[in-house]
């Protein structure tokens, strides 16, 4: 299979509904019948520079325009709102702006409006935000009101025009967002600064939003091709079930427990879709607040990382995808994902038994080696509304094979989505869930984010060889050194294992680019990267 579009292993169910909801796309010249669109996810923010997660760019994606965008099932990024993209040094990045774009508030969107996105970014740094991968821009000129120009730290950047198709990227009106501070919700919305294929005409937070094709959008995605859509949010994961089964809405994504998956499955009145994964799942150790973490009384760097190592003995990937996810996720021994150029499988050689199964003598030497008491306190914490109602179950079988040869000793805990994205920077929880949908189809975007010293996890994992080797694959001209140097990446990794890798997205098949059955058209963007395979 060549590229196909990737939904994160979210299965998608449509169904049959007619939706005819007020406030979906008044004003809009597609031709279809308005989407209700049905999920459980979760939004943090509207503003661009405060969040980075799979809820809020779900909706940044549609109503702001980017400098580059990836169309519909395709892995290249291509000119969007610009005019054309290239490298005009190996340090300058230069854009051409197409003329005449304008906000949906009437604005005129001009180069000064890209250089105000990214320099608020940098500036803002906000820690549930994408900073982190603008870690090569040096700065950002505009010699007119339609030429941008990125200067960059190290030349021959391979990801950067990736990164402009990224969370990072979306560009904004000046004239709306502060400069050094986030933008609420409300004062975004009432200001219209969208220039994406929709604006946004009503918004409740996690409750409802409604969509209407923007006119003035000028990008490379084309216009919709329905009159609007609407995106409700559930609160509970089977209220989606019963709507999605009982006709209620058109598209269901985000996120079921895979007993829903499978009930759903055997109605001939919903069709399940099934894309290509690079979702991944894993949990995230605190350097600082992990046992014998940095800031502990008893910090000991060998001993923290002895009970990295032996959580990385005990934990069964097998067992999980199937008993917890019924083979909708596959068991993931690396930090790139199975189909991406430059992935490997350092994590099942080096623990457990040597061949992706668990080993508890193998954990209670590592940890009697280095001198730790058992059981080892680790307080793990979870997210069931934004990583759906099966995680758990994922988690309750972690902390169980975690404390089967009395090894540890889990206090297993669970907290909403908007404090929990809030918490996990702030230095709460010592161990934790998180999940990734990729950004861009590179390797890269599997590492820079999470390993780079200043790195979005916010987790204290510093490694200078680690940090220099991503930086010389990211500007690497030679595909095979390059390759090369992201294995070596992944091996120093997976014996610090800042993070540890449980589950990615199972890759199927996928049916088609478009949704057949339903009003729903390429037009409007779920939350996808392309893979290559």
């Known amino acids: 299979m060549s590229a196909a579009a990737l939904m994160g292993a979210a299965l998608l169910f449509t169904g049959c509904a007619t939706s005819s909801t007020s406030g979906s796309g008044d004003g809009g010249d ?77 604005n005129d969107l001009t180069s000064s409006d ?64 502060a400069a050094d501070a986030l933008t609420a919700d409300d004062e975004i919305v009432a200001g219209k600064p969208f220039a994406g294929q929709y604006e946004i005409t009503s918004y409740q937070l996690n409750e409802l939003i409604a969509y209407a094709p923007f006119d003035g959008y000028q990008g490379n995605l084309g216009k919709p091709a329905n009159s609007g859509v609407n995106v409700k949010y559930y609160a509970d994961a089977s209220n989606l079930k019963l709507d999605i089964a009982g ?41 600082n607040t992990q046992p014998y973490g940095a800031t502990a009384e008893d910090a000991d760097p060998a001993k923290a990382q002895a009970v990295r190592q032996a959580a990385a003995d005990l934990v069964d990937r097998e067992a999980i995808a199937k008993e917890v996810y019924k083979d909708t996720y596959s068991p993931l021994y690396s930090f790139v994902p199975d ?30 080696a280095a001198g ?64 990734w949908f990729p950004d861009y189809s590179d390797a890269d975007n599997y590492l820079s984010p999470f390993f780079l010293t200043e790195n979005f996890l916010g987790n204290h994992y510093d490694n200078p060889e680690v ?17 090369d140097e992201i294995a070596k990446i992944q091996e120093l990794v997976a014996t610090d294992l800042s993070t540890l890798p449980l589950l990615q997205g199972k890759q199927v098949a996928y049916t088609g680019t478009d949704i057949e059955g339903t009003t729903l058209d390429a037009s409007f963007k779920f939350r996808y990267a392309p893979i290559t395979q």
């Open 247 to 287: 006709g209620a809405i058109d598209v269901a994504f985000r996120s079921l427990s895979a007993t829903d998956n499978d009930e759903l499955a055997k109605n001939d009145d919903v069709k399940l879709v099934e894309g290509p994964g690079g979702e991944t799942r894993y949990i995230v150790f605190n350097f």
């Open 30 to 106: 597609g031709g279809g019948d308005a989407i209700m669109i049905g999920t459980t996810d979760k939004v943090t923010s509207l503003d661009p520079a405060g969040s980075y997660d799979n809820g809020s760019f779900a909706v940044m994606n549609q109503v702001y325009p980017f400098l580059l965008n990836s169309e519909y099932g395709t892995a290249e990024v291509t000119p969007d709102i610009a005019e054309s993209a290239e490298f005009t040094s190996p340090t300058e990045y230069t854009v051409k702006l197409k003329s005449g774009l304008k906000f949906a508030n009437g």
């Open 372 to 435: 730790v008491e058992t059981p080892v306190q680790l307080s793990l914490q979870y997210n069931g509304d934004h990583y759906g109602p099966s995680s758990g179950d994922e988690y309750a079988m972690v902390k169980s094979q975690l404390e089967q040869d009395g090894l540890f000793e889990v206090d297993l805990q669970q907290t909403e989505w908007v404090q929990y994205s809030k918490d996990r920077t702030a230095d709460v929880y010592p161990a934790y869930q998180l999940g």
């Open 114 to 177: 890209v250089k105000f996105s990214f320099d608020r970014q940098v500036a803002i740094n906000d820690p549930n935000g994408p900073a982190s991968l603008l870690g090569n821009l040096e700065s950002v000129e505009t010699p007119d009101d339609t030429t941008v120009v990125f200067t960059l730290k190290n030349g021959d950047d391979q990801v950067w025009p990736l990164i402009l198709s990224s969370p990072a990227a979306p560009i904004i009106d000046e004239d709306v967002f």
């Open 467 to 483: 940090n220099d080797l991503i930086v010389e694959q990211q500007t690497q001209t030679d595909e095979g050194e390059r390759m």
């Open 339 to 368: 189909g991406l150029p430059g992935a490997t499988e350092p994590l099942k050689e080096m623990y457990g038994d040597g061949a992706g199964a668990p080993d508890a003598a193998k954990a209670k030497e590592r940890l009697e």
